[in-house]
């Protein structure tokens, strides 16, 4: 028996997907929400202030802002191999918060991206076993992706 857990946290991005045949080769931004979902033990240690959960929900919120939303909120997120947009963004200066990456920046790949991010970074000091499970990353209201290994 295991429970999970899922904790997000958001940041306004933006990004472009450069061969893509209709509005979504123009930079735009989204509301991006990142979702950790984690899988795992209970904490049986008693008298903890741990016991009973998987991880501590400030614990995950912590590693979500430090590996997800303090690297690419408000930047823009960049295929590297998006000659075009590198150009034009480095018009704009050293202190633009550009985020370039191997892979065009579609949800999937942004999922698998903030999953490798994540990953290293979940584990417990109790005893408990725990597994990051999946990711996943919400585009628009209406779209989600999740990537899990
Ligand atoms: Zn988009």
């Given at each position: 028996m295991t429970t999970r857990i899922r904790r997000w946290v958001e940041t306004d991005t933006g990004h472009r997907v450069p061969n893509h045949n209709s509005k979504c080769r123009n930079f735009h931004g989204h509301r991006y929400r990142w979702e950790a979902e984690i899988e795992g033990d209970l904490v049986s240690l008693k008298g903890i202030s741990e016991e009973g959960m998987v991880m501590d929900f400030s614990e995950v919120s912590r590693i979500l802002n430090e590996q997800i939303h303090d690297v690419v909120d408000h930047s823009f997120?960049?295929?590297?191999?998006?000659?075009?947009?590198?150009?034009?963004?480095?018009?704009?200066?050293?202190?633009?918060?550009?985020?370039?990456?191997?892979?065009?920046?579609?949800?999937?790949?942004?999922?698998?991206?903030?999953?490798?991010?994540?990953?290293?970074?979940?584990?417990?000091?109790?005893?408990?076993?725990?597994?990051?499970?999946?990711?996943?990353?919400?585009?628009?209201?209406?779209?989600?992706?999740?990537?899990?290994?």
């Open positions: 997120i960049v295929f590297e191999g998006d000659d075009e947009a590198i150009r034009a963004l480095s018009e704009i200066g050293d202190e633009h918060r550009t985020v370039i990456v191997p892979f065009v920046p579609t949800a999937e790949n942004l999922a698998k991206w903030a999953f490798d991010r994540v990953d290293p970074h979940i584990k417990s000091s109790y005893g408990n076993s725990i597994t990051l499970h999946a990711f996943h990353v919400r585009e628009t209201p209406k779209s989600w992706a999740s990537w899990r290994p």
